[in-house]
């Protein structure tokens, strides 16, 4: 069975960073492209970020460009999401997605449960 | 960064009833979009790809359809189970964009 399970999320202040972690079971990692999907409560769904298998190319939105960095461990069945400078604006859960294996497609069939991260003063 | 609208907000409807829902983008994705169903407190769960395509273990009462700008997600007899919200999702360009969702709950 795959499962995603998300953690590493909490408060922290404007300006300040954070680590989220992803562990991943049930299917082989390392052959798989990971994504990161936010949500604010109540919201819609908002595509963050983007790796390849071993981590060689990635791809963010703008909105997060230059402050995350998305990064893998494939020894250790774990994606991460490296928040620096955070905004209030990126209060969120956070959802790591495996993207599908079907080639040139890229939507997200597995999704975690989310971690919450708040930016608040 | 391609936009995706969908319609309506929130849709009412009565168990054993059919709902249609929709998804309209603002330039052409193609086939390339998916649907996904939240429940309260859970996470996305993929239901269409390829704008028609089932994914495992969807049921049959889930059905797709649409390409180029305009899509169609329905639910032929709406069960208790079925009653969440619904994001559509273009992967067809970066960045992969979501519709706003549509809240079917009980009339």
């Known amino acids: 069975e795959v499962q995603l399970v998300e953690s590493g999320g909490g408060l922290v202040q404007p300006g300040g960073s954070l680590r989220l972690s992803c562990a991943a079971s049930?299917?082989?990692?390392?052959?798989?492209?990971m994504h990161w999907v936010r949500q604010v409560p109540g919201k819609g769904l908002v595509w963050v970020s983007r790796?390849?298998?071993?981590?060689?190319?990635?791809r963010y939105a703008d909105s997060v460009k230059g402050r995350f960095t998305i990064s893998r461990d494939n020894a250790k069945n774990t994606l991460y999401l490296q928040m620096n400078s955070l905004r209030v604006e990126d209060t969120a859960m956070y959802y790591c997605?495996?993207?599908?294996?079907?080639?040139?497609?890229?939507?997200?069939?597995?999704w975690g449960q989310g971690t919450l991260v708040t930016v608040s003063s | 960064e391609i936009v995706m609208t969908q319609s309506p907000a929130t849709l009412s409807v009565s168990p054993g009833e059919r709902a249609t829902l929709s998804c309209r983008a603002s330039?052409?994705?193609?086939?390339?979009l998916a649907w996904y169903q939240q429940k309260p407190g859970q996470a996305p769960r993929l239901l269409i790809y390829?704008?028609?395509t089932r994914a495992t273990g969807i049921p049959a009462r889930f059905s797709a359809s649409g390409s180029g700008t305009e899509f169609t997600l329905t639910i032929s007899s709406l069960q208790s189970e079925d009653f969440a919200v619904y994001y559509c999702?273009?992967?067809?360009?970066?960045?992969?964009?979501f519709g706003g969702g549509i809240k079917v709950d009980i009339k």
């Open positions: 790796i390849k298998t071993d981590g060689s190319d990635t």
């Open positions: 049930g299917f082989t990692f390392s052959s798989y492209w």
């Open positions: 390829g704008a028609s």
């Open positions: 997605a495996r993207e599908t294996a079907v080639p040139g497609t890229y939507y997200e069939d597995y």
């Open positions: 999702q273009q992967y067809n360009n970066w960045p992969l964009t």
């Open positions: 330039q052409s994705v193609s086939s390339n």
